[in-house]
């Protein structure tokens, strides 16, 4: 048997349960704390248990990886939300689509980590995680300390929360939180010390591979009542908005799944040629 305490398979049904039972208790106290809805708890849950019975670095890492998120989108909340209630398209409560765009890359690893236990797979594993979080601590920073936005389409400020747009708050928080995250996955023992640089790169240019996309083909919509550009299919203000600019499928959730893509294969990619 494979050694669970790093990202070594527990190929037992009572691993199973143990996993997926911690993974329900997780999603459940998430869902009571409002940080996950009804379906992004349900899915969580089975992305968690796939983590957790895929090895003890497995989840734990997903753990500290939820923690941190929720905390960084909880503290200010009320201040990030009244400056980007306009733009953003989904509030706090994460849906299960945004956890699968942010965790299924994870989760797809760890359900191939039960074939092949590759230490490959957990470095992807980790580079999709990272680049999530990496990119969820740049939105979440550079709106919580007002950092001034600017568009990399058009190199103009524009509102915060808009997708495609940099501040020196985010990029701070960006480039501190893929170094954290890619340290934690370490101490959880998801990978080598060794691979902390190769990972939080990955995860880096997962985020900014985000933020280029979202500037460019990511689908905006126009508010005509209030003459602005915004996420929402129905404005703030209550009217039904325009489908304007970007590619109709290219939605948040959609880039935000790319961001860990990239980062994954990234990383893959290094370890080939390595």
């Keep these: ?3 669970p305490v790093a990202g070594g398979v527990m190929p037992t049904l009572a691993g199973a349960a ?3 039972g911690l993974a329900a208790l997780v999603a459940g106290s998430a869902w009571r704390a ?13 992305i968690g248990s796939l ?11 997903l753990v500290v990886w939820f923690v941190t998120a929720s905390v960084a989108s909880r503290v200010g909340r009320h201040t990030k939300e009244t400056a980007t209630g306009d733009v953003v398209a989904k509030g706090g409560r994460r849906d299960a689509a945004q956890v699968v765009a942010n965790g299924g890359v994870f989760a797809l690893c760890a359900l ?3 074939a092949f236990d590759t230490p490959a797979l957990a470095l992807a594993g980790a580079a999709a995680l990272v680049a999530a979080g990496a990119d969820t601590l740049a939105t979440e920073t550079g709106t919580l300390w007002r ?17 495609g747009a940099v501040s020196l708050a985010g990029t701070v928080g960006m480039t501190a939180g893929a170094v954290l995250l890619a340290l934690s996955a370490a ?6 010390p060794s691979d902390v640089t190769v990972v939080a790169l990955a995860g880096v240019a997962g985020a900014v591979a985000d933020t280029v996309i979202g500037a460019f083909w990511q689908l905006r919509r126009w508010c005509p009542a209030c003459q602005r550009e915004t996420e929402q299919a129905v404005h703030r203000c209550g009217k039904p908005t325009q489908a304007w600019r970007g590619v109709p499928w290219l939605n948040n959730d959609v880039v935000n799944f790319v961001c860990t893509v990239t ?5 893959a990619g290094v370890r080939i040629v390595s």
């Design 263 to 267: 980062g994954a294969v990234l990383v």
């Design 18 to 20: 143990v996993g997926t």
């Design 1 to 3: 048997m494979h050694d």
């Design 51 to 61: 983590a957790m019975t895929a090895g003890r670095g497995w989840g734990l890492f």
């Design 147 to 163: 950092g001034q936005p600017w568009s990399l389409r058009t190199f103009a400020p524009v509102p915060s929360g808009t997708s």
């Design 112 to 114: 191939s980590n039960f």
């Design 187 to 192: 101490v959880c023992g998801l990978i080598d």
């Design 34 to 46: 409002g940080s996950l809805s009804r379906s992004g708890a349900m899915a969580a849950l089975v």
